[in-house]
């Protein structure tokens, strides 16, 4: 099961790479238009436009699975055990009930969005907010296992601080745990 997850994830990086270089032709090439010919490319600035999206909806399914989303852990690096274990239990809930709230809103704008067609592509818009359904059902399950991981004991008191700091920001605190002030050389 392992493996399918690790094949799935790396189709969306590579969804994300070929948004990204899509993104990067069909503006530059419609810039390139603009200045040199006096014309441009009218599809390229709406496909530019669906690929951000699905590349931010595609994006964040990558960093729910890296823990790369942004979090704050001031208060929760300094609670006892079990306030940890609330806290990370009350995160992970909000973030499962806002990812069925996110799929229950895509299933309720479905029929609106199937009927709206794009008014230079010409295609339905489902194609583009439709995405709404594999990312709130991907991070939702992300949140289940986290959750079931819980209440059978499978974490360790390290992972009830979801934050990953920079390379920069451990390097600091360790300077400062050692007595360093001023500046570094």
Not at 11 to 34: I, P, T, Y
Not at 39 to 64: D, H, K, N, P, V
Not at 97 to 108: D, H, M, R
Request: hydrophobic share 50%; glycine share 10%.
């Amino acid at each position: 099961m392992q493996r399918i997850i690790d094949y799935f994830f790396k189709a969306l990086e590579l969804l994300v790479v070929l948004c990204l270089f899509a993104m990067v032709v069909m503006v530059f090439g419609n810039v390139v238009m603009r200045y040199a010919f006096n014309s441009g490319i009218q599809i390229s600035e709406e496909m530019s436009r669906y690929a951000f999206i699905w590349l931010t909806y595609l994006g964040a399914m990558i960093a729910m699975r890296e823990g790369g989303h942004l979090g704050v852990d001031t208060l929760v690096k300094h609670l006892p055990l079990l306030g940890k274990k609330i806290c990370f239990l009350l995160s992970e809930a909000l973030m499962l009930f806002c990812n069925v709230l996110f799929l229950w809103g895509t299933y309720k704008m479905h029929d609106l969005q199937v009927t709206n067609i794009s008014p230079v592509a010409g295609i339905s818009m489902i194609w583009i907010y439709g995405m709404g359904y594999v990312v709130s059902v991907v991070m939702g399950a992300f949140n289940v296992v986290k959750l079931y991981q819980l209440f059978t004991g499978q974490l360790r008191e390290a992972d009830f601080v979801q934050v990953v700091e920079s390379e920069g920001l451990k390097e600091a605190e360790a300077h400062m745990q050692q007595g360093g002030t001023g500046a570094r050389t």
